[in-house]
């Protein structure tokens, strides 16, 4: 790998985050009137006294540049502020759900990467009606988006057939897997389809291969090859679309939150949202863009370590 395409996916992540970082917070003075009052829950009469003092401790006063480096840097030593609505540090907030969060994307994860690898690697080493059948059932679980899944799956695994819980994250190893199992499933069903779809094609084009081909003619055990040669070589693109599947995990994980009330980050970003508890929104879609950054950035590594012919053709741009 070389090393100016790892200081260039470096240099792409930091400006892509304080890009995503001035936005944010410039999202702050995009509306009418005083951001203070959005910070206050959006009073139609707030206290002048309180909204002097929300100008003070948030800089709002200062040149733009500036409220923005003040607000930036206290993100960045795990300051986000304190929540007027929750009363309470939002830092803490934040604490108190991230565990939920992470629960939840780390079980779809783990569901995206066994069933969709597995899935597409069986039906392009298998062909025929298996690959027919896995085709179709994966591009249909690409089209169900994740609060259609949720609705089915609540209808028919705990309505119907009452076997998961359907609200709240658990408690202990168990209870939070039986209570997260819904949840993640439907969070990764749609990521299923394409990990599988994406799979499926690089093998089989792996399976055609002149490399392929020229192994199985000197003798080379059809294990080996498949080990060595198909599998290995299909690595890349399929790490690629994982990494990018993990990712839009990430960024979907709130629907699911709702959904099945686990209390996440997701569900907590939309409940100060809709008190324009613009504090709590502000820093959990900080910390949101930067996961979101960083996986995507460590999947361009992780695959051009796999495939160095990707990240020569790459630095070269």
Same mark, same amino acid.
């Given at each position: 790998?070389? $090393?100016?395409?790892?200081? #260039?996916?470096? =240099?792409?992540? +930091?400006? /892509?985050? %304080?890009? &995503?970082? !001035?936005? @944010?917070?410039?999202?702050?003075?995009?509306?009418?009137?005083?951001?203070?009052?959005?910070?206050?829950?959006?009073?139609?009469?707030?206290?002048?006294?309180?909204?002097?003092?929300?100008?003070?401790?948030?800089?709002?006063?200062?040149?733009?540049?500036?409220?923005?480096?003040?607000?930036?840097?206290?993100?960045?030593?795990?300051?986000?502020?304190?929540?007027?609505?929750?009363?309470?540090?939002?830092?803490?907030?934040?604490?108190?759900?991230?565990?939920?969060?992470?629960?939840?994307?780390?079980?779809?994860?783990?569901?995206?990467?066994?069933?969709?690898?597995?899935?597409?690697?069986?039906?392009?080493?298998?062909?025929?009606?298996?690959?027919? $059948?896995?085709?179709?059932? #994966?591009?249909? =679980?690409?089209? +169900?988006? /994740?609060? %259609?899944? &949720?609705? !089915?799956? @609540?209808?028919?695994?705990?309505?119907?057939?009452?076997?998961?819980?359907?609200?709240?994250?658990?408690?202990?190893?168990?209870?939070?897997?039986?209570?997260?199992?819904?949840?993640?499933?439907?969070?990764?069903?749609?990521?299923?389809?394409?990990?599988?779809?994406?799979?499926?094609?690089?093998?089989?084009?792996?399976?055609?291969?002149?490399?392929?081909?020229?192994?199985?003619?000197?003798?080379?055990?059809?294990?080996?090859?498949?080990?060595?040669?198909?599998?290995?070589?299909?690595?890349?693109?399929?790490?690629?679309?994982?990494?990018?599947?993990?990712?839009?995990?990430?960024?979907?994980?709130?629907?699911?939150?709702?959904?099945?009330?686990?209390?996440?980050?997701?569900?907590?970003?939309?409940?100060?949202?809709?008190?324009?508890?613009?504090?709590?929104?502000?820093?959990?879609?900080?910390?949101?863009?930067?996961?979101?950054?960083?996986?995507?950035?460590?999947?361009?590594?992780?695959?051009?370590?796999?495939?160095?012919?990707?990240?020569?053709?790459?630095?070269?741009?």
């Amino acid at each position: 790998m070389k $090393l100016r395409f790892v200081a #260039t996916r470096l =240099a792409t992540l +930091v400006v /892509t985050v %304080l890009a &995503s970082s !001035l936005a @944010i917070y410039g999202a702050l003075f995009l509306t009418p009137g005083d951001p203070a009052t959005l910070l206050i829950g959006g009073s139609r009469n707030p206290d002048p006294g309180v909204l002097e003092r929300i100008h003070r401790e948030h800089h709002l006063d200062d040149p733009f540049l500036a409220g923005y480096w003040h607000w930036l840097s206290g993100c960045l030593q795990g300051d986000f502020g304190t929540s007027l609505v929750y009363r309470d540090s939002v830092a803490d907030l934040i604490g108190a759900r991230a565990g939920d969060t992470v629960a939840l994307v780390a079980y779809a994860s783990v569901l995206v990467l066994l069933v969709g690898t597995f899935t597409g690697t069986v039906a392009a080493l298998r062909g025929g009606r298996t690959e027919t $059948l896995a085709t179709t059932l #994966t591009a249909g =679980a690409m089209a +169900v988006p /994740t609060f %259609l899944m &949720s609705v !089915l799956l @609540i209808w028919v695994f705990a309505v119907r057939l009452p076997w998961f819980p359907v609200y709240g994250s658990g408690e202990g190893f168990t209870g939070t897997l039986a209570h997260l199992t819904l949840p993640a499933l439907a969070l990764a069903v749609t990521w299923i389809g394409y990990v599988a779809q994406v799979t499926r094609t690089a093998v089989r084009a792996e399976l055609r291969a002149e490399h392929v081909e020229t192994a199985r003619s000197r003798g080379v055990p059809e294990r080996t090859v498949i080990r060595r040669h198909v599998l290995h070589n299909a690595s890349g693109p399929v790490c690629a679309v994982s990494g990018v599947g993990i990712a839009g995990l990430i960024a979907t994980a709130a629907v699911a939150e709702q959904a099945f009330g686990t209390g996440g980050l997701g569900a907590l970003m939309i409940e100060a949202a809709s008190k324009q508890d613009m504090a709590v929104v502000q820093a959990v879609s900080l910390i949101f863009v930067v996961v979101f950054v960083v996986i995507n950035t460590a999947v361009d590594l992780t695959s051009a370590a796999l495939d160095p012919r990707a990240a020569a053709r790459k630095g070269t741009r």
